[in-house]
């Protein structure tokens, strides 16, 4: 096919014309799917994150060290904010106040979910959305079970639906969707499960600001980041979705955390307590070194600061006790009240556009693959804790990590968040339920805890007597105690 005349003119316009050095060596369908993805650009967007990148290569060239110490400054008057914790019997409101409250409003159909599943799981060493991971040590359930079933347990036993929002991405849509078909949904509801699309962005030369090319007949592009939620459920209509089926609050959690707990009544209980904006649940950072933002209040302003931009020495300060000065880790659990975000994706300046200097895959001129062993590529993120400052009122929640914080990021045997830390957190958590139900498990004994089945230990009494002991491998359920096979 020839090249839409008008397409060639605005890409020479925008001196972006280079990608379309091997046209001619394209089949008539790549050349219809390349032409089509060009002509889905949005020019005005793209002229936005090329600026971005030129006032980041002036500011680094022009930065002195008189602004590094301005800058260290205005983080040193970054404290971390009083937190209310979980299950801490000082705290006001009370924990029996907020599970009562977070309690009635799950009976009541007044929350709803939003997982965040855009991410593949290259980084984990398989192919596909990182949600088909499977981390059940025993059951060999996926991270979507796990999480998924959580949100079937709250079902049961609040006796409604929680609206579920999944956000995918233009690699993990397909796959996910067609997982949730032939899983029956986790045993969801599938009328109370709304699955929506972020978007992506053109990665770009750090030294060119253009496009770069992924393979001969497509841009490399990359999601949007965790933020591009707001704008991608208000462009999809899943905010008035939520709307119609009543939701008047939404947590969102991320799908790489299967002991995530975004629907813990208490935590609920706090955010509509407190009557806050925006809630967010941290745990005790104990080593300046872990990769983890932190949430703090510089000016009066509560907002989190990525691990990446704390100063060595800010990020290793301590107090008096030992503790770190800056301790409030931000782990992707949040509670936003609809009319927040209602009011924020009203709003265009809502989420900035970070840059993040990435090694992408791209195709050199000569038509091969090129493999960096550096970074070269920009790609531009939003994040969602950026709302945070926009919010009239902000509740942190310290939670314990052992009960909601088991993250994967990485393949086995390469990082603490690797997949055999996880199961082994997974594992103590279950421990830890028995226990409190007066169940002992005996020593080097695996047992599995059916998330679909079992909230915490009030679901394990009804299938033990007190001064049980477990000594051979089981997954518990609260339909039947399962042997793996």
């Known amino acids: ?19 379309l050095q091997f046209w001619s060596q394209l089949t008539a369908q790549s050349q219809h799917d390349f032409s089509q993805q060009l002509l889905a650009i949005d020019w005005q967007e793209l002229a936005e994150l090329r600026r971005l990148i030129a006032v980041r290569k002036e500011t680094d060239s022009v930065r002195t060290a008189d602004d ?14 009083s937190c209310l914790r979980l299950r801490d019997a000082g705290n006001r409101p009370t924990p029996v106040d907020a599970i009562a409250c977070g309690s009635s409003a799950l009976r009541a159909g007044r929350i709803g979910a939003i997982m965040m599943a855009g991410g593949q799981g290259s980084r984990l060493g398989c192919a596909g959305p990182k949600g088909l991971y499977k981390v059940g040590s025993l059951s060999e359930a996926s ?3 796990l999480l998924l079933g959580k949100l079937v347990a709250v079902k049961r036993r609040y006796g409604c639906d929680v609206p579920l929002a999944i956000m995918t991405s233009s690699a993990t849509d397909t796959q996910t969707r067609q997982f949730l078909d032939d899983h029956a949904h986790c045993g969801l509801n599938p009328a ?3 699955i929506f ?4 962005l053109p990665a770009l030369s750090p030294a060119t600001g253009c496009l770069l090319l992924e393979a001969p007949d497509r841009l490399a592009m990359a999601p949007d980041g965790h933020g591009g939620m707001l704008t ?5 209509r899943g905010l008035d979705w939520f709307a119609r089926q009543g939701v008047e609050h939404i947590v969102s959690f991320q799908v790489d955390n299967p002991l995530a707990l975004p629907l813990d009544p208490e935590f609920l209980g706090y955010h509509l307590l407190t009557k806050a904006d925006f809630s967010t649940q941290v ?18 302003v509560s907002r989190v600061i990525e691990y990446s931009d704390l100063p060595v020495a800010l990020a290793a300060e301590r107090l008096s006790d030992g503790r770190l000065r800056l301790h409030a880790g931000s782990i992707g659990v949040h509670a936003f009240s609809q009319k927040f975000l209602d009011k924020a994706a009203a709003r265009s300046d809502s989420l900035p556009l970070h840059l993040a200097l990435k090694t992408v895959a791209v195709f050199d001129n000569a038509g091969n693959p090129a493999v960096s062993s550096t970074p070269n590529a920009f790609k531009f993120e939003r994040f969602i804790f950026d709302l945070m400052p926009l919010a009239t009122q902000v509740c942190v929640i310290e939670i314990d990590a052992a009960e909601g914080f088991a993250p994967l990021k990485n393949r086995p045997g390469s990082a603490s968040d690797a997949l055999e830390h996880v199961r082994a957190a997974l594992l103590s958590h279950a421990r830890h339920i028995l226990q409190k139900a007066g169940v002992s498990v005996a020593e080097g004994v695996s047992v599995e805890i059916d998330s679909a089945s079992i909230v915490d230990e009030d679901d394990i009494a009804r299938l033990f007597a007190p001064g ?6 089981l997954i518990i359920s609260n339909s039947n105690l399962t042997e793996p096979k």
Request: proline share 6%; glycine share 4%; charged share 20%.
């Open 283 to 300: 745990v005790h950072k104990k080593d300046p070194a872990e990769r983890v933002g932190v949430v703090v209040k510089m000016y009066g």
């Open 468 to 473: 049980a002991h477990i000594d051979y491998p």
């Open 143 to 145: 991270l979507f079970e």
């Open 197 to 200: 699309c972020q978007r992506d």
């Open 192 to 194: 109370a499960v709304f």
């Open 1 to 19: 096919m020839n090249f839409p005349a008008a397409l060639r003119v605005r890409l020479e316009q925008a001196g972006q014309a280079h990608v």
């Open 68 to 81: 590094q110490v301005q800058l260290a400054d205005d983080l040193s008057t970054a404290v971390t904010p």
């Open 232 to 236: 991608a459920l208000a462009s999809s």
